[in-house]
C-alpha cells in the first residue's frame, strides 16, 4: 500500500510539471495575396499565330534522268538548307549508266573512223584510191565526231547546275551515291527579293484580322517575346481551309534576324488598339472544366475571396481581356489565386519598391 501511494504522488507531480495543451486554431490564417484594382485602360490585344518564311521567287531543280548522285566538293555531304549559290553553280551530278556507255562508244568510233581515213588519205595520196572512196571515209568520220559532240552534249547536262542566284532550300536531303528516278526534286532554289511569310490562322479570328496590321516575327531559337523582324499584313483569304484556317500573307519590312527561307516562324500580330478596355494579369486567371474565373475580394466579410466567372477576349502584353464578368472598382488577387478556394480569408500585401 505504501509502494502505491508513492507512485500515485510521482505520477501527480509529473501531471503538474506538463504544459497545458496549445489551443487549436479555429480557421486558417489568412493567405497572403497582391491585389490590384480593375479599371478601364487602353489595351493592345496580340495573336499568336505560325508560318513559314517564303522568299520573292522560287527555282525548282529536279532530276531529269535515271542515275547515281554525287555533290561537287562543296556540298560533299549533300545539300543544306540556307546555302547561298550563284547562278549556273553545279549543285550534283548524275552519273547515268546509259549515258557512260553512249559517249564511251561515240569516242571509240571516232578513234576508228579516223584511223580508217588516215588509211585511206595515204593510199589516195599515193594514187592508188579513188577521190570518191576518200571522200565517203571523210563523211564517216565527220559524222562519228558530230555524234561524239552530241553525246558530249547529253552527258554535259547530267550536271545539276542553278538556274539563278539565292539560297537553297532543301526539303528532302538526298545523301551521296544514292540512286535517283527521273523527276525527283532536287532542291529549291530561294531568288532575291522582299521576302513574305504565309501563315495561318484560325477560322474563329478571321474577322480580327485584315490588311495593315503590324506583325512581328518570333524565331523558335530566340528566348520568349524576343523579335527577330517585322512585317505588314498584305493579304487575309476570304476563304477558309478544309483544316479551318485561314491563309494570309505577310510582307517582311524588316528582315533582320529572321531565319532562311522555308523555315518556320512564329507570328505576333498586333490587332486593332482598344482605347478601353478591362484587363488582368495573366497569373490571376484561374483555368478549370467549368471555364474561366477569377478572385474578387469582398470587404465586407474582412477581405474574403469570392471565386467569379468571367468571359475573356484577346491577349497582350501578359494581360487578358475581360468582356464579362467584372466591373471597374473591385479589388482582384493577381497573385497567388492558383491556391486559393471560395471564401477563404486573405491579406493584401504590398509590392517592396527597391
Same mark, same amino acid.
Given at each position: 500500500?505504501?509502494?502505491?501511494?508513492?507512485?500515485?504522488?510521482?505520477?501527480?507531480?509529473?501531471?503538474?510539471?506538463?504544459?497545458?495543451?496549445?489551443?487549436?486554431?479555429?480557421?486558417?490564417?489568412?493567405?497572403?495575396?497582391?491585389?490590384?484594382?480593375?479599371?478601364?485602360?487602353?489595351?493592345?490585344?496580340?495573336?499568336?499565330?505560325?508560318?513559314?518564311?517564303?522568299?520573292?521567287?522560287?527555282?525548282?531543280?529536279?532530276?531529269?534522268?535515271?542515275?547515281?548522285?554525287?555533290?561537287?566538293?562543296?556540298?560533299?555531304?549533300?545539300?543544306?538548307?540556307?546555302?547561298?549559290?550563284?547562278?549556273?553553280?553545279?549543285?550534283?551530278?548524275?552519273?547515268?549508266?546509259?549515258?557512260?556507255?553512249?559517249?564511251?562508244?561515240?569516242?571509240?568510233?571516232?578513234?576508228?573512223?579516223?584511223?580508217?581515213?588516215?588509211?585511206?588519205?595515204?593510199?589516195?595520196?599515193?594514187?592508188?584510191?579513188?577521190?570518191?572512196?576518200?571522200?565517203?571515209?571523210?563523211?564517216?568520220?565527220?559524222?562519228?565526231?558530230?555524234?561524239?559532240?552530241?553525246?558530249?552534249?547529253?552527258?554535259?547536262?547530267?550536271?545539276?547546275?542553278?538556274?539563278?542566284?539565292?539560297?537553297?532550300?532543301?526539303?528532302?536531303?538526298? /545523301?551521296?551515291?544514292? =540512286? %535517283? #528516278?527521273?523527276?525527283?526534286? +532536287?532542291?529549291?532554289?530561294?531568288? $532575291?527579293?522582299? !521576302?513574305? @511569310? *504565309?501563315?495561318?490562322?484560325?477560322?474563329?479570328?478571321?474577322?480580327?484580322?485584315?490588311?495593315?496590321?503590324?506583325?512581328?516575327?518570333?524565331?523558335?531559337?530566340?528566348?520568349?517575346?524576343?523579335?527577330?523582324?517585322?512585317?505588314?499584313?498584305?493579304?487575309?483569304?476570304?476563304?477558309?481551309?478544309?483544316?479551318?484556317?485561314? /491563309?494570309?500573307?505577310? =510582307? %517582311? #519590312?524588316?528582315?533582320?534576324? +529572321?531565319?532562311?527561307?522555308?523555315? $518556320?516562324?512564329? !507570328?505576333? @500580330? *498586333?490587332?486593332?488598339?482598344?482605347?478601353?478596355?478591362?484587363?488582368?494579369?495573366?497569373?490571376?486567371?484561374?483555368?478549370?472544366?467549368?471555364?474561366?474565373?477569377?478572385?474578387?475580394?469582398?470587404?465586407?466579410?474582412?477581405?474574403?475571396?469570392?471565386?467569379?466567372?468571367?468571359?475573356?477576349?484577346?491577349?497582350?502584353?501578359?494581360?487578358?481581356?475581360?468582356?464579362?464578368?467584372?466591373?471597374?472598382?473591385?479589388?482582384?488577387?493577381?497573385? $497567388?489565386?492558383? !491556391?486559393?478556394?471560395?471564401?477563404?480569408?486573405?491579406?493584401?500585401?504590398?509590392?517592396?519598391?527597391?
Amino acid at each position: 500500500m505504501r509502494l502505491l501511494a508513492i507512485l500515485s504522488l510521482l505520477l501527480l507531480s509529473l501531471s503538474a510539471c506538463s504544459p497545458a495543451p496549445a489551443d487549436v486554431p479555429e480557421e486558417m490564417p489568412a493567405a497572403p495575396v497582391r491585389l490590384e484594382a480593375v479599371k478601364w485602360e487602353p489595351f493592345q490585344p496580340t495573336l499568336a499565330l505560325l508560318g513559314v518564311v517564303q522568299p520573292a521567287g522560287l527555282a525548282e531543280v529536279a532530276i531529269p534522268v535515271a542515275g547515281r548522285l554525287d555533290y561537287p566538293g562543296r556540298f560533299a555531304g549533300g545539300l543544306t538548307t540556307g546555302a547561298a549559290v550563284r547562278e549556273g553553280e553545279i549543285l550534283a551530278r548524275i552519273s547515268s549508266h546509259d549515258s557512260a556507255a553512249e559517249l564511251a562508244e561515240a569516242r571509240l568510233r571516232v578513234e576508228l573512223t579516223s584511223s580508217e581515213l588516215a588509211r585511206h588519205q595515204r593510199a589516195f595520196d599515193a594514187g592508188v584510191e579513188a577521190a570518191a572512196v576518200l571522200a565517203s571515209f571523210k563523211a564517216e568520220a565527220d559524222l562519228a565526231r558530230s555524234r561524239l559532240q552530241a553525246a558530249q552534249g547529253r552527258a554535259g547536262r547530267l550536271s545539276l547546275r542553278s538556274p539563278v542566284s539565292g539560297s537553297l532550300i532543301v526539303d528532302h536531303r538526298i /545523301p551521296p551515291d544514292s =540512286e %535517283v #528516278t527521273p523527276g525527283t526534286p +532536287l532542291v529549291r532554289v530561294a531568288a $532575291g527579293g522582299s !521576302l513574305k @511569310v *504565309e501563315g495561318r490562322a484560325a477560322a474563329a479570328d478571321r474577322g480580327r484580322l485584315h490588311p495593315g496590321l503590324k506583325v512581328r516575327f518570333v524565331s523558335s531559337g530566340l528566348q520568349s517575346g524576343e523579335a527577330s523582324g517585322e512585317g505588314i499584313i498584305r493579304e487575309v483569304s476570304p476563304m477558309v481551309e478544309a483544316g479551318g484556317t485561314v /491563309p494570309l500573307i505577310v =510582307e %517582311v #519590312t524588316d528582315p533582320e534576324g +529572321l531565319p532562311a527561307p522555308g523555315e $518556320g516562324v512564329e !507570328l505576333r @500580330v *498586333e490587332l486593332d488598339a482598344r482605347p478601353q478596355a478591362l484587363t488582368v494579369p495573366e497569373d490571376s486567371l484561374v483555368v478549370s472544366e467549368d471555364g474561366s474565373a477569377v478572385f474578387v475580394v469582398d470587404r465586407r466579410e474582412g477581405l474574403t475571396a469570392r471565386r467569379r466567372a468571367v468571359e475573356t477576349g484577346a491577349r497582350g502584353g501578359g494581360r487578358i481581356e475581360v468582356v464579362r464578368g467584372l466591373d471597374p472598382g473591385e479589388r482582384l488577387v493577381v497573385s $497567388g489565386a492558383s !491556391l486559393l478556394e471560395d471564401g477563404d480569408r486573405v491579406v493584401e500585401v504590398k509590392d517592396v519598391k527597391k
